[in-house]
T-cell receptor, first 112, second 114 residues
Framework: GNSVTQMEGPVTLSEEAFLTINCTYT??????LFWYVQYPGEGLQLLLK?????DKGSNKGFEATYRKETTSFHLEKGSVQVSDSAVYFC???????????FGTGTRLKVLA | DTAVSQTPKYLVTQMGNDKSIKCEQN?????MYWYKQDSKKFLKIMFS???????INETVPNRFSPKSPDKAHLNLHINSLELGDSAVYFC?????????????FGPGTRLTVT
């Protein structure tokens, strides 16, 4: 079946450090891939997405590239800010299933 | 304008009680979902409705009963609440079943069963 595996947290970084959160997936067909972010006390919101191989999603300085050969969708940001502290979820959606598979979430804490 | 709203935001109740959580979306989406998020932030899908029809029921105890009176609303009723039901429940919606459509989440309802 379909699955998403993302690195366990928490990840603690200093402000302006480089961020990578790893995400790999298993899926039949051609899934779409997403990163969602959940700030404390809030619901999830879409950060970025990619719908086909080699697509790069980007938003607010975050980027992720859909790599079919390595079945990966790693999230990166060149310089994190304290305001990026949140839980990040990798997710995939496949056609006709009405179901998105979410990873377990990675908590990011950025220190000033 | 809140895209996906849930009420109540907090719900504290005793074991054995029955409670409901309401969800409304004003995005014109066809598909709505209920998720349960545990204390470790693990997000598990419970139900999905498309055009008011139940599409997904993910091995959820039958004490949980979703109801969709129309496309814009998906409510969750829980009978005989148990301690293990304590969690944050999120409602979400999406435009349809295409894998490219993102999901829009509500702010969550924190349920505490004592």
């Amino acid at each position: 079946g379909n699955s998403v595996t993302q690195m366990e947290g928490p990840v603690t970084l200093s402000e302006e450090a480089f961020l990578t959160i790893n995400c790999t997936y298993t899926a039949t067909g051609y899934p779409s891939l997403f990163w969602y972010v959940q700030y404390p006390g809030e619901g999830l919101q879409l950060l970025l997405k990619a719908t086909k191989a080699d697509d790069k999603g980007s938003n607010k300085g975050f980027e992720a590239t859909y790599r079919k050969e390595t079945t990966s969708f790693h999230l990166e940001k060149g310089s994190v800010q304290v305001s990026d502290s949140a839980v990040y979820f990798c997710a995939l959606g496949t056609s006709g299933t009405y179901k998105y598979i979410f990873g377990t979430g990675t908590r990011l804490k950025v220190l000033a | 304008d809140t895209a996906v709203s849930q009420t109540p935001k907090y719900l504290v109740t005793q074991m054995g009680n029955d409670k409901s959580i309401k969800c409304e979306q004003n995005l014109g989406h066809d598909t709505m979902y209920w998720y349960k998020q545990d204390s470790k932030k693990f997000l598990k899908i419970m139900f999905s409705y498309n055009n008011k029809e139940l599409i997904i029921n993910e091995t959820v105890p039958n004490r949980f009963s979703p109801k969709s009176p129309d496309k814009a609303h998906l409510n969750l009723h829980i009978n005989s609440l148990e301690l293990g039901d304590s969690a944050v429940y999120f409602c979400a919606s999406s435009q349809g079943d295409s894998p490219g459509y993102e999901q829009y989440f509500g702010p969550g309802t924190r349920l505490t069963v004592t």
